[in-house]
T-cell receptor, first 118, second 114 residues
Framework: AQSVTQLGSHVSVSEGALVLLRCNYSSSVPPYLFWYVQYPNQGLQLLLKYTSAATLVKGINGFEAEFKKSETSFHLTKPSAHMSDAAEYFCAVSDINAGGTSYGKLTFGQGTILTVHP | DADVTQTPRNRITKTGKRIMLECSQTKGHDRMYWYRQDPGLGLRLIYYSFDVKDINKGEISDGYSVSRQAQAKFSLSLESAIPNQTALYFC?????????????FGPGTRLLVL
C-alpha cells in the first residue's frame, strides 16, 4: 500500500525567503503524486501533480515540485514566499494498480502549516 | 459557480441524531468521494463511488453510510452521530485520463457533534 510522510507539521519563513515543504512517499509501483493547498476556511485546491511525464513539475502560484525516485521524495518549493502563501499544504499519493490505473483512493500526508512572516 | 458544492457548510448536532451531508457536482465526473479531516491526521477516506451502482468502503467507514442518488449527487449519512465524528468533511470528484485520476474537492462541511 502507498503511504506519504510530510516532514514538519509547521514551517515558518520570512516573506521573500525560499519555501521548502518536504514529502516522502512509499509505493510499490510508479507513483502518481499531488500537492494540495488549503487556505483558511476553504477546501483543498490542487497545486500540482506528477504523472511521470517530467520529474520537475510546475504548479500554480509559482510553486514547483521535483520527483526524485532514488530518494522517494516529492518536495514542494517556491523561490520567494508571499504572505498569501500562508496555508496548510498536503502531499498525497494515488493508489494505482500494477497496470498503472488509479483505483480511487488518495492517501494524504499529515499536512504542513506554512506561516509567512513580514 | 462552484463545480463541487456541499451542504450544509456548518452543522451542529447532538449525540444520537441522524444527519445527512450532501454533495453535488457539475463537472460530469463519475467518481465521487467522501473524506474527513482531523487536525494532524490529514484526510482519510470514508466512502467512494465509481458510478451510481458502485459504492465502496474506505478506511474509516464505520458509523457512516452513503447514497449515490445520481451521477451528480453523493450523500453521506451519520445514522447516530457521536462526538468523535466531529470533523471537517470533504466531498471530491475525479476525472480519469489515461488511467490516472485527479481529484477535485468541495469547500467542506464543518460538523460539531455535542
Amino acid at each position: 500500500a502507498q503511504s506519504v510522510t510530510q516532514l514538519g507539521s509547521h514551517v515558518s519563513v520570512s516573506e521573500g525567503a525560499l519555501v521548502l515543504l518536504r514529502c516522502n512517499y512509499s509505493s510499490s509501483v510508479p507513483p502518481y503524486l499531488f500537492w494540495y493547498v488549503q487556505y483558511p476556511n476553504q477546501g483543498l485546491q490542487l497545486l500540482l501533480k506528477y504523472t511521470s511525464a517530467a520529474t520537475l513539475v510546475k504548479g500554480i502560484n509559482g510553486f514547483e515540485a521535483e520527483f526524485k525516485k532514488s530518494e522517494t521524495s516529492f518536495h514542494l518549493t517556491k523561490p520567494s514566499a508571499h504572505m498569501s502563501d500562508a496555508a496548510e499544504y498536503f502531499c498525497a499519493v494515488s493508489d494505482i494498480n500494477a497496470g498503472g490505473t488509479s483505483y480511487g483512493k488518495l492517501t494524504f500526508g499529515q499536512g504542513t502549516i506554512l506561516t509567512v512572516h513580514p | 459557480d462552484a463545480d463541487v458544492t456541499q451542504t450544509p457548510r456548518n452543522r451542529i448536532t447532538k449525540t444520537g441524531k441522524r444527519i445527512m451531508l450532501e454533495c453535488s457536482q457539475t463537472k460530469g465526473h463519475d467518481r465521487m468521494y467522501w473524506y474527513r479531516q482531523d487536525p494532524g491526521l490529514g484526510l482519510r477516506l470514508i466512502y467512494y463511488s465509481f458510478d451510481v451502482k458502485d459504492i465502496n468502503k474506505g478506511e474509516i467507514s464505520d458509523g457512516y453510510s452513503v447514497s449515490r442518488q445520481a451521477q451528480a449527487k453523493f450523500s453521506l449519512s451519520l445514522e447516530s452521530a457521536i462526538p468523535n465524528q466531529t470533523a471537517l468533511y470533504f466531498c471530491a470528484t475525479s476525472d480519469l485520463w489515461q488511467g490516472r485520476e485527479t481529484q477535485y474537492f468541495g469547500p467542506g462541511t464543518r460538523l460539531l457533534v455535542l
